[in-house]
């Protein structure tokens, strides 16, 4: 994907919509029928392809009803706006005198329909709204940009178009849906990145339970080299859900591997002569029955994928030469999550991974490291996370006494968010208490695991 894809949207990416500064953020594809549902209207996404992202949309009611368009910053609402800031520091005003009884407001319910008949903007309701207040001038200056604040988000929401990566996917799972992540913070996933030293060329390997956000995360950090191997138990490999709105391409996609941990255990010449005898048996098969070809043929051109038919010259006896007849040939597109290659996985079992990152809250964190850390090669480093800290402990412990790894520690990841506008810097009321904990360690030889 060129970077000029990256910058600017197209059709059938995936993006962040914010809506209001944050009160709603929503995933959506972009096409030309989709559609986002602010309060209770609904607005196609249709202008937002071939915008920047980070392009900023209001609501406007044009002629084919209320749409999304685009605003461009000019210098003039820039200056009016540090004029402002200017202007709160001088402040004398107070509330006390303030009764808020819903009587300051003349305009109704009725008149708000009216202004939106006539074709007037959300701007401009908002306007009318404060001049019809009869306590707005005598509120305070903080007092006054809350109540317009207010307003705004109602009769003019705003609509930030954001790239999907690591951090703001993190963050809006984490903000709505915590419990399919595990409940991990964006600077808890930080941690699991740093401490397992994610880099090019690394080869990672990946338990992730979490919908595919850590898969998603070191492959975004690998940038289309090196492996992200991710292995699992049994015949059903985890969701990976979430790595489609990174909106990778091609070359990342087949970075993104998965292999079950039974082959991954089992030895690579056993593989091989398997692999051998089944190729063998199926090319003498072929050879004394011909009809299966054809049956493999034609269960392949019945099958779901899209072909596309080329014109090719067959000659034959019971055909007339030269006749055209089409050809199926299949294009698929490289999905994330694909078989591991056969080289990748002999140099695996003979090298062993480069790291190694766990993130499977509903396993036992002990039964899981003792299965995958022998695939990992010496003096590498091995990451866990786990929403509660007495799984860790116990793996921890277990580690040392097994004499399995050196420079064990256990992370709590702490994280305070702060307000940042003028003269009111302060945390945020409203903060998460706790982000998990994070086992990390390197991983050593003991003279009893085979040499990697």
Request: charged share 20%; glycine share 8%; proline share 6%.
């Amino acid at each position: 994907m060129s970077t000029n894809k990256q910058r600017i949207t197209w059709e059938g990416c995936s993006v962040l919509l914010d809506i209001n500064d944050g009160d709603h953020l929503v995933f959506s594809r972009l096409t030309a029928g989709s559609i986002v549902k602010i309060g209770k209207n609904s607005y196609p996404l249709k202008p937002l392809i071939g915008c920047p992202f980070g392009s900023l949309f209001r609501v406007e009611n044009g002629i084919n009803g209320p749409s999304l368009s685009r605003v461009i910053p000019t210098p003039q609402a820039n200056n009016t706006e540090d004029k402002r800031e200017g202007a709160l520091k001088e402040e004398s005003r107070d509330n006390r005198a303030l009764i808020d009884n819903n009587t300051a407001q003349t305009l109704t319910g009725e008149d708000i329909e009216g202004l939106r008949r006539q074709g007037a903007s959300g701007n401009e309701i908002v306007e009318a709204l404060i001049a019809n207040s009869a306590t707005y001038e005598n509120k305070t200056a903080f007092s006054q940009d809350k109540y317009k604040l207010k307003k705004q988000k109602k009769y003019d929401p705003k609509v930030l178009l954001r790239r999907p990566f690591a951090r703001s996917i993190c963050d809006t799972y984490f903000k709505k849906y915590p419990s399919r992540i595990g409940f991990l913070r964006v600077d808890t996933l930080s941690l699991l990145l740093s401490f397992a030293n994610v880099t090019a060329q690394s080869d990672v390997l990946v338990v992730d339970m979490i919908g595919g956000l850590i898969t998603g995360a070191v492959a975004e950090r690998l940038g289309g080299t090196g492996y992200v191997c991710n292995t699992y138990r049994g015949g059903s490999p985890h969701s990976l859900e979430i790595v489609r709105l990174f909106n990778f391409g091609d070359e990342i996609n087949r970075r993104i591997v998965r292999l079950p941990l039974a082959e991954l255990s089992s030895s690579q010449n056993g593989d091989s002569k398997e692999n051998g005898q089944l190729q063998a048996g199926s090319s003498i098969e072929s050879i004394d029955n011909p009809s299966n070809h054809s049956d493999a043929t034609l269960s392949s051109i019945s099958s779901d994928q899209p072909v596309s038919m080329e014109a090719t010259t067959v000659s034959s006896e019971d055909q007339r030469p030269d006749t055209v007849t089409a050809v199926p040939k299949v294009h698929k597109a490289v999905q994330p999550g694909e078989k591991a290659p056969e080289d990748a996985i002999k140099s695996w079992k003979e090298n062993g991974f480069s790291s190694l990152i766990i993130a499977a809250p509903n396993v036992d964190a002990w039964s899981i490291v003792k299965e995958v850390l022998p695939f990992l090669s010496f003096s590498a480093p091995f990451v866990i996370y786990h929403q509660y800290l007495q799984p860790l402990a116990t793996c921890m412990h277990n580690l040392q006494v097994e004499k399995m790894a050196i420079g064990l520690q256990i992370t709590e990841p702490w994280l305070r968010e702060y307000q940042v506008l003028p003269s009111r810097t302060h945390p945020h009321m409203q903060m998460s208490a706790c982000g998990g904990y994070v086992l990390s360690g390197t991983k050593i030889y003991n003279g009893d695991q085979p040499n990697k």
